[in-house]
């Protein structure tokens, strides 16, 4: 199983009573691991044990008691965190062995990012692959894709396209229910798409210039535009690869689901 993740960083300064302990434990890991906390970031041996060990201390709290975070900072210096390990965590979404539609339109080809880790002797390794955007940003794209969709839908050019409309309605249906999720917090949150264990199974650098973004785009941009031929061409090359992938990351027995939401 291999999971992509989408995650949402919300200000250090909106967390409100949580405040005093999210700064602490930014304060204390930075000076423990020289770094933000990332969904990468790698442990050694006894090293996390040590870790917790002296939050515990640091804090005085007890350890079954330590809640923690992912962390970033953004241009500016301001901090933003992504609390985890719970079981119902508002901030996390996650799929296993592909990727949402919908997750694609709240980002531009531009803003997808590498992870790297130091693997000795000046050598590094591409670790996984991810999106960022602010949550506002994030928004207004999916009301800009839902808008067209529901264009396309009313238009004459969906009534000869009913698989092209199918998918489409479906994919709107999912952007309604990334933007109701994504309404729940800050628009200066960042929500992040991490590919995660992914591009982790894949041959390395093959999902490097993968670009699901930009050609979900040309299938929206071309069904507005009536053309609704190449639309589905392109739809079906764009479902077909993500079903080549499934394939390789998912055991034969297993049922991928549609969508998380």
Request: proline share 4%; with cysteine; glycine share 10%.
């Amino acid at each position: 199983m291999a999971l992509s993740v989408l995650m949402t960083y919300e200000p250090l300064e909106t967390t409100g009573d949580k405040y005093d302990y999210w700064r602490s434990f930014i304060s204390f890991y930075e000076r423990f691991k020289d770094g933000p906390a990332t969904p990468n970031t790698a442990w050694y041996g006894s090293e996390y044990d040590a870790f917790r060990e002296s939050l515990s201390k640091e804090l005085g709290i007890e350890k079954h008691l330590i809640e923690e975070c992912f962390f970033m900072k953004d241009e500016d210096g301001k901090y933003y965190v992504a609390p985890v390990g719970s079981k119902a965590n508002p901030n996390i979404f996650s799929a296993e062995n592909f990727i949402p539609l919908e997750w694609f339109l709240m980002y531009e080809a531009g803003e997808k990012k590498y992870f790297f880790t130091h693997t000795g002797f000046g050598a590094i390794r591409q670790d996984a692959i991810y999106y960022i955007t602010r949550v506002g940003s994030a928004l207004g794209r999916l009301g800009a894709a839902v808008s067209g969709i529901e264009a396309f839908l009313a238009s004459s050019g969906a009534e000869g396209s009913p698989t092209l409309s199918g998918i489409l309605s479906d994919l709107k249906s999912g952007a309604e229910s990334l933007s109701h999720w994504l309404s729940g917090f800050d628009a200066g949150s960042f929500v992040m798409l991490n590919y995660g264990d992914i591009s982790s199974r894949m041959d390395p650098g093959q999902m490097k210039n993968e670009d699901s973004v930009s050609e979900l785009g040309i299938v929206l941009a071309l069904a507005g535009e009536g053309n609704t031929d190449d639309a589905e061409k392109v739809l079906a090359m764009l479902l077909s690869k993500w079903d080549s992938i499934n394939r390789i990351l998912a055991p034969a027995e297993e049922k991928r689901p549609e969508t998380l939401q």
